[in-house]
T-cell receptor, first 113, second 111 residues
Framework: DAMVIQNPRYQVTQFGKPVTLSCSQT?????MYWYQQKSSQAPKLLFH???????NEADTPDNFQSRRPNTSFCFLDIRSPGLGDAAMYLC????????????FGDGTRLSIL | GEDVEQSLFLSVREGDSSVINCTYT??????LYWYKQEPGAGLQLLTY?????DMKQDQRLTVLLNKKDKHLSLRIADTQTGDSAIYFC???????????FGQGTTLQVKP
């Protein structure tokens, strides 16, 4: 059974039109991460939540926001998507604490028209 | 600084062993990880090794760690066509919970 679930698997939006990607988890993990992965590149961390504490990476554009209304769900909001935001977006979770492995969902592939 | 490097491509024949290499820079990383990514999918955690270990074996997978040289390798025995994927090595600098990934090694398994 999938433990980190991302919806939808594929998302198409228009240039400049806000879009929200969602992630849910059944692992009851404390930490939820969002990564951006462009074609043939390594995943790049955008931000993460440790419980309700939000931690933004220094080079994450302001265009990217996140919400975590409860332990199970986390959302990635892109306020005004540009062509350069087309990518695979990966959600991951971990228990938190020292060196707990991260468990990934299958990702949402975002296309911008 | 934080940097993880891997060779980009490896091709082997079915039944042979595959060895994927990785170098990392941050000696504070307590754990080092290997993830597998199949086309269009997320990352699957394959295995990880604690930095005070030299080797870890898990069925067909063997991880070797040379901490002095900051070199990590993943050996897949009896490689199968289903092993074709991209393999990412990752370090976790300073036990921050943040992963720094290499650029991934594409493993091609020929029948």
């Amino acid at each position: 059974d999938a433990m980190v679930i991302q919806n939808p698997r594929y998302q198409v939006t228009q240039f400049g039109k806000p879009v929200t990607l969602s992630c849910s988890q059944t692992l009851n993990h404390n930490v939820m991460y969002w990564y951006q992965q462009k074609s043939s590149q390594a995943p790049k961390l955008l931000f993460h939540y440790y419980d309700k504490d939000f931690n933004n990476e220094a080079d994450t554009p302001d265009n990217f926001q996140s919400r975590r209304p409860n332990t199970s769900f986390c959302f990635l909001d892109i306020r005004s998507p540009g062509l350069g935001d087309a990518a695979m977006y990966l959600c991951a979770t971990s228990k938190g604490g020292i060196s707990q492995p991260q468990h990934f969902g299958d990702g949402t592939r975002l296309s911008i028209l | 600084g934080e940097d993880v490097e891997q060779s980009l491509f490896l091709s082997v024949r079915e039944g042979d062993s595959s060895v994927i290499n990785c170098t990392y820079t941050d000696s504070s990383s307590t754990y080092l990880y290997w993830y597998k990514q199949e086309p269009g999918a997320g990352l699957q955690l394959l295995t990880y090794i604690f930095s005070n270990m030299d080797m870890k074996q898990d069925q067909r997978l063997t991880v070797l760690l040379n901490k002095k040289d900051k070199h990590l390798s993943l050996r897949i025995a009896d490689t199968q066509t289903g092993d074709s994927a991209i393999y990412f090595c990752a370090e976790e600098p300073g036990n921050t919970g943040k992963l720094i990934f290499g650029q991934g090694t594409t493993l091609q398994v020929k029948p």
